[in-house]
């Protein structure tokens, strides 16, 4: 039988969950074996059980062919990676991620937010965005849990922080532990980033912020995605005109430097946030 390695160029976490239903249906097609070298076997082997990963640090294994996934920006995340491995008319299919048996963290009715991202257009730029919601979200009946890894994240001048005394902070915790919050709360609340995927992964309900990626980027599926199309929005899928340049933190390809950077979340209030949650009937 034959080899393949499926080489991910990314170590992201919300790019690999993503992907892997495309995997999964590359193994099927092709009847072979296949290696999987993506850094998180670690919270996929079991639910994928016809692949076999390999660590990035680990030595290569003896393949007949190796096949190399990256995100496209011009393409839905799954799709793109679908497009590496042949699939030219893909249907989305939503990822599973193992669970891991653990009791309620938390006692009261909570809801797991997560803050920080790999870019700083990819935050909620609204000043104070998310204690104010927290808040709001108190006087609902819900206790805001933060789940990210950092207090702060960011570079110089450009720090994002999480919320202070309006949500509990449960940070620093292995991927395990995380996933146990999430397991529990009544749904993910946060921007584009891993952790969405990890919650979409779970079978999670998810409130996603976010303006600078289109909703069709991510999932539409238990997905409250909150967007304004009355800013400027979207520019992270247009390579051509605007390459997405990963060395610059501060990237805002349009309004860099001046009052409208990152307008597209600034935009977003946290009383449309809850009445968006409200309108779904989550809360």
Not at 9 to 35: H, N, W
Not at 162 to 174: E, G, H, I
Not at 196 to 205: D, E, I, P
Request: glycine share 6%.
């Amino acid at each position: 039988m034959t080899k393949v390695l499926v080489k991910f160029r990314t170590r992201s976490l919300g790019d690999t969950i993503g992907a892997m239903p495309a995997v999964e249906a590359f193994q099927k097609r092709e009847s072979c074996i296949v290696y999987v070298d993506c850094g998180w076997q670690d919270i996929l082997q079991k639910s994928y059980p016809s692949l076999f990963f390999t660590k990035f640090e680990e030595s290569a294994p003896v393949v007949e062919k190796t096949i190399e996934v990256d995100y496209h920006f011009e393409h839905p995340l799954q799709e793109g990676f679908a497009r590496d491995l042949g699939f030219e008319n893909w249907s989305y299919r939503r990822p599973r991620i193992d669970e891991f048996p653990g009791e309620r963290p938390v006692k009261p009715r909570y809801v797991v937010i997560g803050v920080h991202t790999t870019a700083q257009c990819k935050y909620w730029n609204y000043p104070n965005g998310w204690d104010n919601l927290c808040r709001l979200l108190r006087k609902e009946g819900l206790t805001p849990v933060c789940v990210d890894q950092h207090a702060v994240f960011g570079i110089e001048g450009s720090w994002n922080e999480v919320p202070k005394s309006s949500a509990v902070r449960r940070l620093n915790n292995t991927i395990q532990e995380t996933m146990n919050y999430i397991k529990h709360a009544e749904f993910f609340l946060g921007v584009s980033s891993g952790l969405a995927w990890v919650a979409h992964a779970m079978q999670k309900k998810v409130v996603m912020i976010s303006g600078v990626t289109e909703p069709w980027n991510e999932f539409e599926e238990d997905c409250v995605r909150i967007i304004d199309r009355s800013v400027c929005n979207g520019c992270f899928h247009k390579p051509n005109e605007l390459p997405f340049d990963s060395g610059n933190w501060n990237w805002c390809p349009l309004h860099a430097g001046t009052p409208r950077q990152f307008e597209c979340t600034k935009a977003i209030t946290p009383n449309r946030v809850l009445e968006e949650i409200r309108s779904a009937g989550w809360l």
